[in-house]
């Protein structure tokens, strides 16, 4: 089945020490979109590629990078994590951003602790 | 900006229940609307959606109906099952960008 793969599932850190959560689809979908979800809140879109393009939400913090390298990955890179990063990152898929086809699908999530 | 209003939970019901859980929105233009659902150590999978004034989207025994006059895009489910206990979010789309209401916890009991 096509789908959204998220790894790992559980991420542990130490405070200020970088870390990347890696999602891989096999959607063959144009758009990827990184989401932080503390607990107990809603989604928050952090950024997303269409293509090669980034687009940086005007609120997410420096602290988080994202590099696209094909089509199929995304990686989410936190290079100084704080306490308050601790989160569920989802990433989803879409296959054009606007219109008709923009349906997104989600990957399980990567929860990070922060300790 | 575009906002999402949900009822708050934790909702507890029994099994064969009405469900009911309310939604409302703020928007310039004539949004997209969606309700996702994320089921325990689960992703967000998309339950329905409406794309216009008037539209019911419908899964799974879940209906909602887009109101423009209301603005609302209540989510009701006629007899739930210990199956549908999950978290249910209201979202809307406006352009590429999904805004979702803070979530609804709902517990089905046997």
């Known amino acids: 089945d096509a789908m959204v793969i998220q790894n790992p599932r559980y991420q542990v850190t130490q405070f200020g020490k970088p870390v990347t959560l890696s999602c891989s689809q096999t959607?063959?979908?144009?758009?990827m979109y990184w989401y932080q979800q503390k607990s107990s809140q809603a989604p928050k879109l952090l950024f997303h590629?269409?293509?090669?393009?980034?687009?940086n939400e005007a609120d997410t913090p420096d602290n988080f990078q994202s590099r696209r390298p094909n089509t199929s990955f995304c990686f989410l890179d936190i290079r100084s994590p704080g306490l308050g990063d601790a989160a569920m990152y989802l990433c989803?898929?879409?296959?054009?951003?606007?219109?008709?086809?923009?349906?997104?699908?989600f990957g399980p999530g990567t929860r990070l602790t922060v300790l | 900006g575009n906002s999402v209003t949900q009822m708050e939970g934790p909702v507890t019901l029994s099994e064969e229940a009405f469900l009911t859980i309310n939604c409302t929105y703020t928007?310039?233009?004539?949004?997209?609307l969606f309700w996702y659902v994320q089921y325990p150590g689960e992703g967000l999978q998309l339950l329905l959606k409406?794309?216009?004034?008037?539209d019911k989207g419908s899964n799974k025994g879940f209906e909602a109906t887009y109101r423009k006059e209301t603005t609302s895009f209540h989510l009701e489910k006629g007899s739930v099952q210990v199956s549908d206990s999950a978290v249910y979010f209201c979202?809307?789309?406006?352009?590429?960008?999904?805004?979702f209401g803070a979530g609804t916890t709902v517990t089905v009991r046997a």
């Open positions: 959607l063959n979908h144009n758009v």
């Open positions: 989803a898929t879409s296959r054009v951003p606007t219109g008709s086809y923009n349906e997104q699908f």
């Open positions: 979202a809307l789309r406006d352009d590429y960008k999904l805004s």
């Open positions: 590629y269409y293509d090669k393009d980034f687009n």
């Open positions: 409406a794309t216009k004034a008037d």
């Open positions: 928007a310039t233009g004539y949004p997209s």
